[in-house]
C-alpha cells in the first residue's frame, strides 16, 4: 500500500479553547447560551456536569465528529470526540485537511499506541505546560490513500467494540456478585435477614497496621519482599502498579505485621478510605504501612471473601464512610479501636461458604475475560502500528457503504464476498490474515471473534438457581459422544449459535464448558490435549478433510439478519432471547445439524 509521509501540522491544524471567566457560567440552558466543554465532560458522561456560557464570537467551539486532544496534567493526550459546543482551554481542536486526511483515520491515528506515547513523552516533561502545535511539528504521519484511511479506520474501530464488549462482561460479572451478596444476605446495614452480630474484634485473629520504613520513598528496593501501600488497594482489586518492595533488615521491623494469605487488606487513612480487598498469594512475602490495615479472620466463623464484599457492598461503605469523617476531621480516617468494635452481621457460616464458592467461580471466569481484554487490546496495538505504517492491504476489507449481492461468508475463511452489516466481526479476519501472510482463516482469530458468551450470565441470578452455579459439573465429565447426542436432541432441525448453546449447557444441563483462549494455552501448553467449546464445535464441522468428532456433523453459516439471506429456525427459547436483540447483534454465525 502506497503511502506519503507528512509532518502532522502540515495536513492538519490546531486549535486551542477558550475560557470566559466563570462567573458567566451557568447550570440552566438560557436563550443565547451554549454548552461550555470541559474534559471531564466527555470522560465522566454520567455526571451531570453540564454547564453553559453566553454564546460569542470568541468562543472556540466544536461539533460532535471534531477530533479534541486533551493538553495538560493527567488528562494530556486523552482523545475526545462525540459532544457539540465550545470547549475550554485544557482542549485542542484538530482541523485536518479532509482532501489528505480522514477524520475518522485522524481519531484512530490519534488514539494508537504510536502517538499517545510520543504525547505521553512531551507531557512527562512539562504535563503543566501541556504540549503545542511546535510539539507536534515534531511528529511524522505515514498518510495513505484516503480510500484506504477510510478501510484502517474501519478495522480498528471493530477492535474497540471487541475490547469495549469484554470489558463490559467484566462489569456484569461484578454486578452479578454485588446482587448475589444482596440476594443471599440482604443489606448489611438494615439486617433485615435477622443475622447475628458480632464486633469485628469477636471474629477475627487480627487487626493491625504497619508503619513506612525510615527513609521513607528513597529507603525502597527494586526487589525483595513487597511493601503494600493503600495505592495498591481498590475495591475487591490488588493493583500490582508502583508496588514498594523492602529488604529482610525493614521487613524485620516490620514483623508484627506480616501478611498472610487470605487476609482482607482495608485502607484506612486518607482519599482511598474504606477500600477493601484480598491480598494476592503472588505478593507475598509481604508487610503492610500504616494507611492499611490487616484484617485477618476466625476462619470456623467468619469467611474471609464474605467479608471483603460485607465491606465494599453499597450501604456498609457509606456506613464505614461516616465513621471516617466523624466528628468533621480534616483527613478521612478509621482507628484501630473503630475497626475492633464495628459491628458487623454474621450469617452461619456454611452459607458464608457457599457464597465464597460462587465468588471463586466467577472470579475464574472474570480471570479469563481480563486475559482475552489483553490479547484483544494487544490484537488492536498490532494492527494499527502496521496499518499506520502501511503495511497491510486492506483492499479486501468492505466499507458500510460497498453493498454486495449473492452473499456466502464465513469468518474463518478468507472472504472473498462480504457485506456492510457484518460489523465487528467482517474486517478483522481479513487483517490478521494479512498480517499473518495467511491464504486461509486464521485459527488464532477465532479465539478474539468467537462469539462473546458473557451473556450466560448477565441474569444468572434471575435463571440459575444459586445451587445450580455451585452444583455445575466439569465439562471434562462429558464425552465427545455424549455433548454430540445431548447437541442432536436439543437442537434437530433448528439453527444455533454458539451463545445458544454456552446457555443451554450451562443453564438447562448444567455444565459450564471449559474454553481457553491461546494465551492460556501458552502459559500452560498441557491443556492443548484437553477439550473445550472451541475446541468442539470446530472438530464437529463439515470439511472436505476427515472430522476428529465422528458424532456430530455442523454446518456453519453467517446469517444476516439485515438481508435474511437464509430462513433460520429457532426453538422458541433461543427465539426469546434472539428477538431481544437488534439487528446488528442478531447477524453472526449460526449451526445446523447435517444427518
Do not use: C, M, W
Given at each position: 500500500m502506497e503511502v506519503i509521509k507528512y509532518k502532522l501540522t502540515d495536513v492538519c491544524d490546531f486549535q486551542g479553547g477558550s475560557q470566559p471567566p466563570k462567573i458567566e457560567w451557568s447550570k440552566n440552558k438560557q436563550d443565547g447560551y451554549i454548552r461550555m466543554l470541559q474534559i471531564r465532560d466527555f470522560t465522566q458522561r454520567e455526571k451531570d456536569n453540564v454547564e453553559y456560557v453566553n454564546d460569542s464570537n470568541r468562543l472556540k467551539k466544536c461539533k460532535k465528529d471534531d477530533v479534541l486532544i486533551g493538553r495538560y496534567g493527567a488528562s494530556i493526550g486523552k482523545i475526545l470526540t462525540g459532544l457539540e459546543g465550545a470547549y475550554n482551554v485544557a482542549i485542542m481542536k484538530t482541523i485536518p485537511n479532509e482532501k489528505l486526511l480522514d477524520k475518522k483515520y485522524l481519531l484512530a491515528l490519534l488514539r494508537g499506541p504510536i502517538f499517545q506515547k510520543f504525547i505521553q513523552n512531551i507531557g512527562g516533561r512539562a504535563a503543566q505546560a501541556g504540549f503545542n502545535k511546535e510539539d507536534l511539528s515534531k511528529y511524522t504521519i505515514s498518510l495513505p490513500s484516503i480510500d484506504n484511511q477510510k478501510r484502517i479506520a474501519y478495522v480498528l474501530s471493530d477492535c474497540q467494540i471487541l475490547v469495549k464488549k469484554r470489558k463490559e462482561s467484566v462489569i456484569l460479572l461484578d454486578e452479578l456478585l454485588k446482587s448475589t451478596f444482596l440476594e443471599m444476605f440482604g443489606d448489611p446495614v438494615i439486617n433485615e435477614k435477622g443475622w447475628t452480630k458480632f464486633s469485628l474484634d469477636k471474629i477475627t485473629t487480627k487487626i493491625g497496621s504497619g508503619s513506612t520504613p525510615r527513609g521513607g520513598k528513597d529507603s525502597y528496593k527494586d526487589d525483595g519482599i513487597s511493601l503494600i501501600r493503600s495505592l495498591n488497594i481498590h475495591d475487591n482489586k490488588f493493583l500490582y502498579k508502583k508496588l514498594a518492595f523492602i529488604d529482610n533488615e525493614q521487613a524485620l521491623k516490620l514483623k508484627n505485621v506480616i501478611v498472610e494469605p487470605n487476609d482482607v487488606l482495608f485502607n484506612i487513612t486518607g482519599a482511598s478510605v474504606c477500600r477493601s480487598t484480598i491480598v494476592p498469594n503472588d505478593v507475598l512475602p509481604a508487610r503492610v504501612n500504616q494507611h492499611v490495615?490487616?484484617?485477618?479472620?476466625?476462619?470456623?466463623?467468619?469467611?474471609?471473601?464474605?467479608?471483603?464484599?460485607?465491606?465494599?457492598?453499597?450501604?456498609?461503605?457509606?456506613?464505614?464512610?461516616?465513621?471516617?469523617?466523624?466528628?468533621?476531621?480534616?483527613?478521612?480516617?478509621?482507628?484501630?479501636?473503630?475497626?475492633?468494635?464495628?459491628?458487623?452481621?454474621?450469617?452461619?457460616?456454611?452459607?458464608?461458604?457457599?457464597?465464597?464458592?460462587?465468588?471463586?467461580?466467577?472470579?475464574?471466569?472474570?480471570?479469563?475475560?481480563?486475559?482475552?481484554?489483553?490479547?484483544?487490546?494487544?490484537?488492536?496495538?498490532?494492527?494499527?502500528?502496521?496499518?499506520?505504517?502501511?503495511?497491510?492491504?486492506?483492499?479486501?476489507?468492505?466499507?458500510?457503504?460497498?453493498?454486495?449481492?449473492?452473499?456466502?461468508?464465513?469468518?474463518?475463511?478468507?472472504?472473498?464476498?462480504?457485506?456492510?452489516?457484518y460489523k465487528v466481526i467482517d474486517s478483522i479476519p481479513l487483517v490478521v490474515d494479512e498480517m499473518k501472510g495467511s491464504s486461509s482463516g486464521s485459527t488464532d482469530f477465532q479465539d478474539f471473534i468467537f462469539e462473546d458468551v458473557s451473556s450466560e450470565l448477565r441474569n444468572v441470578d434471575d435463571d440459575v438457581k444459586v445451587d445450580t452455579i455451585i452444583n455445575l459439573k466439569k465439562w471434562g465429565d462429558y464425552s465427545n459422544q455424549k455433548l454430540s447426542e445431548l447437541i442432536k436432541k436439543r437442537f434437530k432441525d433448528n439453527h444455533f449459535s454458539i451463545e445458544m448453546l454456552f446457555k443451554y449447557f450451562y443453564k438447562i444441563i448444567g455444565v459450564r464448558p471449559s474454553y481457553f483462549t491461546s494465551e492460556i494455552l501458552k502459559k500452560k501448553p498441557y491443556l492443548n490435549n484437553q477439550q473445550d467449546l472451541k475446541k468442539f464445535v470446530f472438530s464437529s464441522i463439515h470439511r472436505d478433510e476427515k472430522k476428529s468428532n465422528p458424532y456430530l456433523n455442523l454446518k456453519q453459516q453467517f446469517y444476516n439478519a439485515q438481508t435474511e439471506n437464509f430462513d433460520l429456525k429457532l426453538l422458541t427459547t433461543d427465539y426469546e432471547f434472539f428477538k431481544e436483540k437488534d439487528k446488528n447483534q442478531r447477524s453472526g454465525i449460526y449451526f445446523s445439524i447435517i444427518e
Open positions: 490495615a490487616i484484617l485477618r479472620t476466625l476462619s470456623q466463623s467468619l469467611n474471609h471473601i464474605y467479608l471483603n464484599h460485607l465491606l465494599i457492598s453499597e450501604n456498609f461503605k457509606k456506613y464505614l464512610y461516616k465513621i471516617a469523617i466523624v466528628g468533621g476531621a480534616t483527613r478521612e480516617a478509621i482507628t484501630k479501636d473503630q475497626l475492633q468494635k464495628l459491628i458487623i452481621p454474621v450469617p452461619t457460616i456454611s452459607i458464608q461458604n457457599k457464597f465464597a464458592q460462587i465468588v471463586e467461580k466467577v472470579e475464574t471466569i472474570k480471570q479469563s475475560y481480563h486475559i482475552h481484554l489483553q490479547e484483544l487490546e494487544n490484537l488492536y496495538g498490532s494492527i494499527s502500528q502496521k496499518a499506520f505504517k502501511g503495511e497491510l492491504d486492506l483492499s479486501k476489507v468492505v466499507l458500510e457503504n460497498e453493498k454486495k449481492k449473492n452473499i456466502d461468508v464465513s469468518p474463518f475463511t478468507n472472504l472473498k464476498k462480504t457485506n456492510s452489516k
